[in-house]
Nanobody
Framework: QVQLVESGGGLVQAGGSLRLSCTAS????????MAWIRQVPGKGREGVSC????????YYVDSVKGRFTISRDNAKNTLYLQMNSLKPEDTAMYSC????????????????????WGQGTQVTVTS
């Protein structure tokens, strides 16, 4: 049974930082592309960032480039999202997601590409 468990969310002032973690179990972590996807109530999901199987390839949505960094530790089955210079518009529920891929390559942050999802961790940025 695949499980993805996020942690690290919270309440922070604008300009602050948070580090999200996603710990995976029940899968061969290094065989999966991983992504962080966020959602605000009443709005659709937005793919924030993704990372290839061994971390060589990454993608960021324009609104977070230069502020967020995605990484993974395959030995620990853990995905990270370092979020700096947070803005109120970053407020959302952040979920990690996984999709099995056959080879290392580019990833997509489109939510419909992903098979497994965590429950999410809430990030709230106050002005």
């Amino acid at each position: 049974q695949v499980q993805l468990v996020e942690s690290g969310g919270g309440l922070v002032q604008a300009g602050g930082s948070l580090r999200l973690s996603c710990t995976a179990s029940g899968l061969t972590f290094s065989a999966y592309n991983m992504a962080w996807i966020r959602q605000v109530p009443g709005k659709g999901r937005e793919g924030v960032s993704c990372i290839g199987r061994i971390g060589r390839y990454t993608y960021y949505v324009d609104s977070v480039k230069g502020r967020f960094t995605i990484s993974r530790d395959n030995a620990k089955n853990t995905l990270y999202l370092q979020m700096n210079s947070l803005k109120p518009e970053d407020t959302a529920m952040y979920s990690c997601a996984a999709v099995l891929v056959s080879t290392d390559g580019y990833c997509s942050a489109s939510s419909d590409r992903y098979t497994y999802w965590g429950q999410g961790t809430q990030v709230t940025v106050t002005s």
